[in-house]
């Protein structure tokens, strides 16, 4: 009797408070879903995690010893991605960050590849930068990762140090140039030895990446993983 009670009034709200789909406005029936199927299969896989050699991969050879690199999804402009990473960077929709990064998690979990990690880190945004948007959208990520992979977040044990230049018009030496000194560890007891999975959101030159990768192996680390939501096709 109770459970259907319960049916009843779920589905009475959702006549006032309808749970749409992220991409295209459908209403979707459960609420842990943010993407209706037509959408989900939109969104274009990589299987890079899969893959050594992946072009994620490739972006590192000569420039930093990661131990793999991946992402799920590609990104091109005008595309369901694009508006689901601006949704979660500028409109503050942190749940979609999780999500996401369930995503990433569920194809690095099927990989051998990403064996072992011991801690996951996200990107650190500057302080500044962090505070104005009220969160961190590779930490979102990297908590969706967590949930999947069931391993730790570590949010305060390497900080953004620089406020760094957007690195959108620029090109690969400036990009590095850019990220020249922008890390700096606090934590390195919580580091060392460790296994890391370096969180973000897209990768596009890597030249961020590297840069903190670069500072976490300086430690050092035991190795260091890199998976993001999206690789941008330049």
């Known amino acids: 009797m109770m459970q259907s009670i319960q ?26 879903v943010l993407l209706c199927p037509h959408c989900f ?9 899969s893959a050594p050699d992946n072009p994620v991969e490739q972006s590192f050879y000569g420039r930093v010893p990661v131990a793999a690199a991946a992402a799920a999804f590609y990104f091109t402009k005008h ?4 508006h689901l990473l601006f949704q979660l960077k500028y409109k503050g929709h942190q749940k979609l960050g999780i999500w996401l990064g369930e995503q990433v998690g569920s194809q690095l979990a099927t990989s051998n590849r990403f ?5 996951i880190v996200p990107l ?9 948007r009220g969160y961190n ?15 730790p977040l570590v949010t305060n044990a390497i900080t953004r140090a620089k406020h760094t230049q957007t690195q959108t018009q620029k090109n690969r030496s400036e990009r590095w140039q850019n990220m020249e000194d922008a890390f700096t560890v ?12 370096l969180v973000d959101d897209v990768i596009t030159t890597g030249a961020t990446l590297e840069a903190c990768s670069a500072v976490l192996l300086s430690v050092p680390v035991a190795s260091v993983r890199i998976a993001t939501v999206a690789y941008t096709i330049l």
């Open 115 to 119: 064996q072992p990690i011991d801690i």
């Open 137 to 151: 959208q590779a930490a979102c990520i990297g908590q969706g990762i967590s949930s999947i992979v069931h391993k």
């Open 186 to 197: 606090l934590l390195p007891e919580v580091l060392q030895h460790q296994h890391v999975l």
């Open 79 to 82: 595309s369901l991605l694009q």
């Open 41 to 49: 299969l939109q969104l274009p896989t990589t299987g890079f995690f």
């Open 124 to 132: 650190p945004l500057h302080p500044k930068k962090e505070k104005l």
């Open 7 to 32: 049916n009843y009034w779920h589905s009475f709200s959702r006549l006032f408070f309808p749970h749409l789909c992220e991409g295209c406005g459908t209403d979707i029936l459960s609420d842990d």
